[in-house]
Each structure stands twice: as C-alpha cells, then as structure tokens.
C-alpha cells in the first residue's frame, strides 16, 4: 500500500505563489510517477503536472510557464511551486502515484488533497 500525504496549501492573492508538497510513504520505492491533479468545483480532475523517477517531466499548458515539478527521491517527496497564480488556479489540488512511467493519466494511489484558493 501507498499513502500520499500533502501540504501546503492555503489562500493566496492572485500573482502570488504557494508550494505544495506530497509525502509518500508505505511501498513508496515501488514507485516510478508522481503528479500533482486539480479539480475546481463542477469540473473534470485534470492534470496539473507528473515527474518520473528519472526525471522526465509533463506539465499541462496552462501551467507551464508558472508551475514547476520537482521530486526529491531520497525524501519520497514530491513538490508543485506555484508562481504567478491566478484566480483560474482555485481548485482541490490532489497528489497522485504509480509504479508506472506514465505521464499521461493518473495512477492508481492518490492523496486527500490539499486546497488552493487565489483571490483576485
């Protein structure tokens, strides 16, 4: 079993920043992706961004050019720093496992999640 604890969320003004982080513990060393899912009220759960054991990352589009993903391996820990924040950012954030390389859908471990909240 996997369990993914996050923090670090809270009530921003919008450009500013906040930094999420996730703890993996249980059999955290089976796993290959950590990602970081939103889901704002009355919308699908999107991805936000994931990371690799290795490295390799994937960000969505709306995000890119002010989100970053990083993970430090030797922590099992995950984090989302989150800069120019918009009210459009509001939304339940979620992180999210798999022992698979896999950028492009949810694994099957997700956290309780952490709310992100940026007024305008």
């Known amino acids: 079993q996997v369990q993914l604890v996050e923090s670090g969320g809270g009530l921003v003004q919008a450009g500013g920043s906040l930094r999420l982080s996730c703890v993996a513990s249980?059999?955290?060393?089976?796993?290959?992706?950590l990602g970081w899912y939103r889901q704002a009220p009355g919308k699908q759960r999107e991805l936000v961004a994931a990371?690799?054991?290795?490295?390799?990352?994937k960000s969505a589009d709306s995000v890119k050019d002010r989100f970053t993903i990083s993970r430090d391996n030797a922590k099992n820990t995950v984090y989302l720093q989150m800069n120019s924040l918009k009210p459009e950012d509001t939304a339940m954030y979620y992180c999210?496992?798999?022992?698979?390389?896999?950028?492009?859908?949810?694994?099957?471990?997700w956290g309780q999640g952490t709310q992100v909240t940026v007024s305008s």
């Open positions: 999210n496992a798999d022992e698979l390389y896999e950028l492009t859908r949810p694994g099957p471990y």
């Open positions: 249980g059999m955290y060393y089976a796993l290959n992706t």
């Open positions: 990371i690799t054991h290795g490295g390799t990352s």
